[in-house]
């Protein structure tokens, strides 16, 4: 499976972006997929995890109410939308996608395959 992320860039505190992922190659029945961040100097956090059906979906606090996780399965895409960006939201995201899976997932252990990151930078 390849993760073709997208979307990121140079914005103003304030100002909104979209990320986007489309996955591509090997189809499975199901997946669960996800985003996760790396600021600078800083380990890998989770943001946030969309089921299957987009039914469910799981925000880490520091984005919930501010980011919108969604996904389209006849494109095989994830979205993430974001809104009142902060400096603090400054890192590059990465997309990834759990095989076989139906739920949510926090931990990046738990996915198989990830993007390359798309860089989300955030100015004052």
């Known amino acids: 499976v390849q993760l073709q992320a997208s979307g990121g860039g140079l914005v103003q505190a304030g100002d909104s972006l979209r990320l986007s992922c489309a996955a591509s190659g090997r189809t499975f029945s199901s997946y669960a997929m996800g985003w996760f961040r790396q600021a600078p100097g800083k380990e890998r956090e989770f943001v946030a995890s969309?089921?299957?059906?987009?039914?469910?979906?799981y925000y880490a606090d520091s984005v919930k109410g501010r980011f919108t996780i969604s996904r389209d399965n006849a494109k095989n895409t994830v979205y993430l939308q974001m809104i009142s960006l902060k400096p603090e939201d400054t890192a590059v995201y990465y997309c990834?996608?759990?095989?076989?899976?139906?739920?949510?997932?926090?931990?990046?252990?738990?996915?198989?395959?990830w993007g390359q990151g798309t860089l989300v930078t955030v100015s004052s």
């Open positions: 969309i089921s299957w059906n987009g039914g469910s979906t």
């Open positions: 990834a996608f759990r095989a076989g899976s139906s739920g949510w997932y926090l931990r990046s252990d738990e996915y198989h395959y």
